[in-house]
T-cell receptor
Framework: DTGVSQNPRHKITKRGQNVTFRCDPI?????LYWYRQTLGQGPEFLTY????????KSRLLSDRFSAERPKGSFSTLEIQRTEQGDSAMYLC????????????FGPGTRLTVL | RKEVEQDPGPFNVPEGATVAFNCTYS??????FFWYRQDCRKEPKLLMS???SGNEDGRFTAQLNRASQYISLLIRDSKLSDSATYLC???????????FGKGTHLIIQP
């Protein structure tokens, strides 16, 4: 399967713990995006990388959130000191250069903070 | 005011009928427009781009009205497999993150 993959698919954690999610984009895509989706809402943009450079961050991305893409391939999203409000589906997407509207999404990581 | 607004539905439509959704966007500088489809418990997938002149892909027709800042999607001869949530999506100029509406839930009934 050469689509976008995300791990883990589900994560349950206690409030205050740190969690890290991984995204492996489609190999030919140099752009990688993170979104968050809660029930009944559309995905909300968090941040975006072009190769290893983080070019855009939403105001939704608080100081507790950090994302990296160290070698321009896979990316990690870390949430520190998780809060119950962080419970959501975290979606990763990737795209070709110049085709940012055509984003291919992974299956997501569902985070539940107890 | 939300940047992209859609009627969440659900729209309950008999198989074979024609159904239309609208969406409005608030930022007049918005550059590109799309419809994505999301099945229950699945990731969103691009359905089609929306061009100023209107465009068609099989049973699906998308239109853009920049003056009124709305986008529409028409589905003809609806199939049971069209049941899904349809997300209206806007891309701002100079930014690559997409802005999604809440989605319109469509249920096609046999």
């Amino acid at each position: 399967d050469t689509g976008v993959s995300q791990n883990p698919r589900h994560k349950i954690t206690k409030r205050g713990q740190n969690v890290t999610f991984r995204c492996d984009p489609i190999s030919e895509h140099n752009r990688l995006y993170w979104y968050r989706q809660t029930l009944g809402q559309g995905p909300e943009f968090l941040t975006y990388f072009q190769n290893e450079a983080q070019l855009e961050k939403s105001r939704l991305l608080s100081d507790r959130f950090s994302a990296e893409r160290p070698k321009g391939s896979f990316s990690t999203l870390e949430i520190q000191r998780t809060e119950q409000g962080d419970s959501a589906m975290y979606l990763c997407a990737s795209s070709w250069p110049g085709r940012a509207g055509e984003q291919f999404f992974g299956p997501g990581t569902r985070l539940t903070v107890l | 005011r939300k940047e992209v607004e859609q009627d969440p539905g659900p729209f309950n439509v008999p198989e074979g009928a024609t159904v239309a959704f609208n969406c409005t966007y608030s930022n007049s500088a918005s550059q590109s427009f799309f419809w994505y489809r999301q099945d229950c418990r699945k990731e969103p997938k691009l359905l089609m781009s929306v061009y100023s002149s209107g465009n068609e892909d099989g049973r699906f027709t998308a239109q853009l009205n920049r003056a009124s800042q709305y986008i529409s999607l028409l589905i003809r001869d609806s199939k049971l497999s069209d049941s899904a949530t349809y997300l209206c999506v806007v891309k701002q100029g100079g930014a690559d993150g997409l802005t999604f509406g809440k989605g319109t839930h469509l249920i096609i009934q046999p």
